[in-house]
């Protein structure tokens, strides 16, 4: 899931650069969402501390509350991998945000082919993403694009025949098998059982005597079997 998020406090800004995405991604079969606000308020701030996935943000630079080159400041303090666009009127701050080094994709001024613009940065953003370590699959007309890190584990159901690849924010059905799904990840997921791979590096607690694994978004499942238990690095 390709999670857009769109702040400026013009609407007609907000409505240009919201038919600039969906145009984009009509064109291919990645799952996406928009996220529009007219301010950096307390639901902006919940967002950024959420654990959604594959975040490109459009940030303006001064909207009524804050600053665009403040609110990224805070973002980069615990997320170093969502993207970071700018957009303003004020095309005279480019150099000052490049001497923030915020890590940002790209500077675009209001009122100079903004819409081509936010294609191509559209376009920049969705590239940077699909080269981070994930696991890229299609299934059923699909295409599945995940970060390894934002998975937490992968179980089998017997029940539908298929694999749950469950992540802080949903769970991802899909019709490969957990042998497949482990040879993708490359020995960045580890089995817990044979119907189970985990990302350890989202593990809080292995408890062996109970047999179950905590994870640092609280999650917790009991599956870790005698046969896998080496295989889990004991966590405290």
Do not use: W
């Amino acid at each position: 899931m390709i999670n857009f998020i769109v702040v400026d406090d013009v609407k007609e800004i907000t409505n240009k650069v919201e038919n600039v995405i969906s145009k984009v991604m009509m064109g291919n079969k990645l799952e996406y969402k928009i996220h529009i606000f007219n301010d950096y308020n307390d639901k902006f701030t919940d967002l950024v501390n959420s654990h959604l996935t594959n975040k490109i943000y459009f940030l303006d630079i001064e909207t009524r509350s804050a600053s665009g080159i403040d609110i990224a400041r805070q973002i980069r303090k615990n997320d170093l991998d969502s993207v970071i666009i700018f957009i303003t009127a004020h095309e005279e701050l480019g150099s000052i945000i490049i001497r923030q080094q915020l890590m940002v994709l790209t500077f675009i001024c209001k009122f100079d082919d903004f819409e081509v613009n936010i294609k191509d940065a559209i376009i920049k953003s969705l590239s940077y993403i699909g080269k981070k370590k994930v696991i890229k699959f299609n299934d059923n007309n699909a295409l599945y694009i995940i970060p390894i890190r934002d998975i937490l584990y992968i179980t089998h159901d017997n029940v539908e025949r298929k694999c749950l690849i469950k992540t802080s924010d949903r769970i991802y059905k899909v019709g490969k098998t957990l042998a497949e799904l482990y040879e993708m990840a490359d020995g960045s997921l580890v089995y817990s059982h044979r119907a189970c791979l985990v990302n350890e590096n989202r593990i809080v607690k292995v408890d062996k005597k109970n047999k179950s694994i905590l994870f640092d978004n609280g999650d917790c499942i009991n599956l870790v079997s005698d046969n896998y238990k080496k295989e889990v690095s004991q966590k405290c």
